[in-house]
């Protein structure tokens, strides 16, 4: 009982807050991991370009991703605000791919014009640097896995309850079949 009286003390003299903050989560476990007991490492992967087209306009901007499968949770697309290939692009909205669900270009720079295609699928709720954008731009968090890694109800239907691994075949099937991927 002390510590909770101690705890709640904190909290009303503005020493603890509670917000939002992006956590290493194990879907096996069920559990947050610690930053300590992380070994961040390089693996060899693999990088889809995926078309998202303008809002009434037959244009697009192509986003280099690992993770199609994020898509849904995607609050905006980032471009580096000097790269010139961009630029017209900025404050204009594009459609996220497999919804109709209209998210803003923004710039920033987090989007590396050498990386990918240089234009990079923002997801604050699946990326730590994501989160970061988010937070600059004011962007929504959309949450779409459960705590086993299986996609959830803010996704479209077909996708949940698939695992995350079953959804990326299918996210992928489908883009090829729209001709966006």
């Known amino acids: 009982r002390f510590k909770k009286e101690k705890f709640k003390k904190l909290y009303e003299d503005g020493l603890l807050y509670r917000g939002e903050k992006m956590v290493n989560w194990d879907p096996m476990i069920r559990s947050a991991i610690s930053d300590l007991e992380v070994a961040e490492k390089e693996v ?47 404050g204009r909205n594009v459609i996220v791919p497999l919804t109709e669900r209209v998210i803003p270009v923004i710039a920033d720079k987090y989007a590396d014009p050498r990386k990918g295609s240089g234009a ?60 966006l991927l």
């Open 44 to 90: 060899e992967g693999h990088l889809w370009y995926i078309k998202y087209m303008l809002e009434d306009s037959s244009e697009f901007i192509e986003v280099a991703t690992t993770r199609p499968e994020t898509i849904f949770g995607d609050t905006a697309v980032a471009v580096h605000p000097d790269d010139k290939r961009y630029k017209r692009f900025v």
């Open 120 to 179: 990079v699928k923002i997801t604050p709720a699946h990326d730590f640097n994501d989160f970061e954008v988010g937070k600059r731009h004011k962007l929504p968090v959309i949450d779409i896995m459960n705590a086993n890694g299986e996609l959830n109800n803010n996704v479209p239907d077909i996708f949940q309850r698939l695992d995350r691994f079953e959804a990326r075949k299918l996210v992928i099937d489908l883009l090829e079949k729209k001709e």
